[in-house]
T-cell receptor
Framework: KQEVTQIPAALSVPEGENLVLNCSFTDSAIYNLQWFRQDPGKGLTSLLLIQSSQREQTSGRLNASLDKSSGRSTLYIAASQPGDSATYLCAVGTTNTGNQFYFGTGTSLTVIP | ETGVTQTPRHLVMGMTNKKSLKCEQHLGHNAMYWYKQSAKKPLELMFVYSLEERVENNSVPSRFSPECPNSSHLFLHLHTLQPEDSALYLC???????????????FGPGTRLTVL
């Protein structure tokens, strides 16, 4: 069974700092990986989707990379802002298990003004 | 604003009640999903529907009963729930179910369920 781990569980940084969130997975037979943000009490907002054939995706201040062979993805946030404060989740779609998406438990980010 | 809506946003029910959660997507997608999110645990996929046909049922107790009358609507019928079923229930949709770019998932805001 695919296991997805996100480290750290919580992160607090001053405004303006660049930061990296990590996601690791145990089964490298994935077909895509998706990063989400979740604000307290709300649903998930899709940030970036990386196909298994891709190495990275960029959207504004966000850049996500994927290294399938090592079972890792990183989400890079440039010039962090207080509005970036949220929980960030990664999810992997795994080839061997049909229509399953496996989620990590998330990294709770606080950006201090 | 997401193209996936869920009602109600909050629900408190007793263990003997029967209630239903509703999800509607306005994105023209063909696949819809129910997830359960409990505190400190990863999201758990409960059910998957593709073109109104159920394709996944991840060993979910029978007290949860899904219904997908058309590709835009998804229901989760609840009866005789337990306190440990209290959680955030999230609905999602994707354009297609097949692996790849077309199954990027879009989520609704969720229903916060409390079972007394």
């Amino acid at each position: 069974k695919q296991e997805v781990t996100q480290i750290p569980a919580a992160l607090s940084v001053p405004e303006g700092e660049n930061l990296v969130l990590n996601c690791s997975f145990t089964d490298s037979a994935i077909y895509n990986l998706q990063w989400f943000r979740q604000d307290p009490g709300k649903g998930l907002t899709s940030l970036l989707l990386i196909q298994s054939s891709q190495r990275e995706q960029t959207s504004g201040r966000l850049n996500a990379s994927l290294d399938k062979s090592s079972g890792r993805s990183t989400l890079y946030i440039a010039a962090s802002q207080p509005g970036d404060s949220a929980t960030y989740l990664c999810a992997v779609g795994t080839t061997n298990t049909g229509n399953q998406f496996y989620f990590g438990t998330g990294t709770s980010l606080t950006v201090i003004p | 604003e997401t193209g996936v809506t869920q009602t109600p946003r909050h629900l408190v029910m007793g263990m003997t009640n029967k209630k239903s959660l509703k999800c509607e997507q306005h994105l023209g997608h063909n696949a819809m999903y129910w997830y359960k999110q409990s505190a400190k645990k990863p999201l758990e996929l409960m059910f998957v529907y593709s073109l109104e046909e159920r394709v996944e049922n991840n060993s979910v107790p029978s007290r949860f009963s899904p219904e997908c009358p058309n590709s835009s609507h998804l229901f989760l019928h609840l009866h005789t729930l337990q306190p440990e079923d209290s959680a955030l229930y999230l609905c999602a949709s994707s354009l297609r179910l097949e692996p790849g770019l077309l199954n990027e998932q879009f989520f609704g805001p969720g229903t916060r369920l409390t079972v007394l």
